[in-house]
């Protein structure tokens, strides 16, 4: 049973582009959001959260969408870079563990 | 700040031998977590540590596995008697109680 799910496995983007990467969830207890980028042989690292009280949340050229109703979230990537290619996951907690439960990723591909 | 880091990075090792990977979290965060990571999937999680205590364990952490953490500082876990199934990334994150987590570089494990 898969409570988070990234159904796109790859996206490729032109460099200055905007990149959109979406997840979706199940589970209606879920109320922390967090976005990590992943490069090969590396851990995780963290770029963006979002709690479930809030339906936007800003970072420099990063931006999640939350939309609750649909158990949807989103990550936009404004202006795109060719540094940004990577496996993005989208990843949610929801109890007193905060333990993460991750979607399986997206591969991102900025073209030059 | 030093972040979070995982020891070994690498490990192979024969089927049926016993493995141990070692993680230190940033320090004073007083929550530490372990997850496995198989290719083309996102992290599972393994279990946590509140302090000393371990507080939730996943069922995917067969009684072959076992984690410690005894001060409340590092964390180690244990395999034994690998099996090929046990080849997987195993990465080790932490946090400060909040819900943010940051990951370790991981340790890759392959089961021969």
């Known amino acids: 049973d898969q409570q988070v799910k990234q159904n796109s496995p790859s996206l490729s983007v032109q460099e200055g582009r905007i990149s959109i990467l979406n997840c979706d969830y199940t589970?209606?207890?879920?109320?922390?959001f967090l976005w990590y980028k992943k490069y090969p042989a590396e851990g995780p690292t963290f770029l963006i959260s979002?709690?479930?009280?809030?339906d936007k949340n800003e970072d420099g050229r990063f931006t999640v969408f939350l939309n609750k109703s649909a158990k949807h979230l989103s990550l936009h990537i404004v202006p795109s870079q060719p540094g940004d290619s990577a496996v993005y996951f989208c990843?949610?907690?929801?109890?007193?563990?905060?333990?993460?439960?991750f979607g399986s990723g997206t591969r991102l591909l900025v073209r030059p | 700040d030093t972040g979070v880091s995982q020891d070994p990075r690498h490990k192979i090792t024969k089927r049926g031998q016993n493995v141990t990977f070692r993680c230190d979290p940033i320090?004073?965060?007083?929550?530490l977590y372990w997850y496995r990571q198989t290719l083309g999937q996102g992290p599972e999680f393994l279990t946590y540590?509140?302090?000393?205590?371990?507080?939730?364990k996943s069922r995917l952490l067969s009684d072959r596995f076992s984690a410690e953490r005894p001060k409340g500082s590092f964390s180690t876990l244990e395999i034994q008697r690998t099996e090929q199934g046990d080849s997987a990334m195993y990465l080790c994150?932490?946090?400060?109680?909040?819900?943010?987590?940051?990951f370790g570089p991981g340790t890759r494990l392959t089961v021969l």
């Open positions: 994150a932490s946090s400060a109680g909040t819900d943010t987590q940051y």
């Open positions: 589970n209606s207890m879920f109320d922390y």
């Open positions: 979002i709690s479930s009280i809030k």
């Open positions: 990843a949610a907690s929801g109890d007193s563990s905060y333990k993460l439960i």
């Open positions: 320090s004073e965060h007083n929550r």
């Open positions: 540590f509140q302090n000393e205590a371990q507080l939730e």
